[in-house]
């Protein structure tokens, strides 16, 4: 089939459409529809319990929706298993970052090379992108800071060289000069043309960074927009909100 550019350039990246997800019998998510572009930074806010992370897992093909779909770059993938998802490009940074903290910075970078690509590859984008890795490289990952160790699961997340990146919680327990520096980090690779869904509680810097957001509330996205238009939006949601 041709694709017409301009419809192409339309498409989003990623899609949950519709999508009813939980789990065992009960739904967490009740019609969440989400499209993420190309190069673009989604934001994804709520309070504890929203259904952010379960948004994620759908995402990441972790969790099956009940019904409603998933979309990659307008395939229908819904139901894909997650190592099939990663193959096609989607990679997770997961809450509590899923590095090994037992391994050097450098053996958890190996890890990556289970798709094929050669460590020195690796090595040389994820030192290029955080060059604190370089001179941590031989130190054990559980033994750098919060930031380090965030930043060594994005490098890790990188090297497999995705097309979306989905991010749970980038920001959490970290001090705020710290996030600061991790959204620099975001915003480049976003630059770089990477299409970025984060999950976020509640944090104002995001705002900065973000192209769109949309804030989650009891399993539905409440508001959609674009960062500006959302940040009125965001206090009332959150002031009105029940949590
Ligand atoms: P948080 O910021 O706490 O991670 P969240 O917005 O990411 O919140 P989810 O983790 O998606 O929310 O959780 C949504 C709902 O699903 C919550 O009511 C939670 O208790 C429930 N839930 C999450 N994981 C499971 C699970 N493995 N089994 C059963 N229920 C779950």
Known sequence: MMTNPAFAARTPVLELVAVH?????????????LALHAGEVYALLGPNGAGKSTTLGVASGQIVPSS???????RDVTGAAPDALARAGVCVVPEGRGIFPNLTVAENLRMATFTGMRYPDVSARAFTQFPRLRDRRRQMAGTLSGGEQQMLAMARALATDPAVLLVD???????PIVVDELYDHVRQIAAAGLSILIVEQFVHE???IADVAGIMLHGRIEHT?????LADGLASAYLGGKH
């Open 21 to 33: 997800a939980g789990y065992g019998r009960i739904d967490v998510l009740h019609g969440v529809d």
């Open 68 to 74: 409603g779909g998933l979309m990659l770059c307008g």
């Open 169 to 175: 919680e980038l920001s959490m327990g970290l001090a």
């Open 206 to 208: 995001i705002l900065g």
């Open 225 to 229: 927009g674009s960062t500006t238009e």
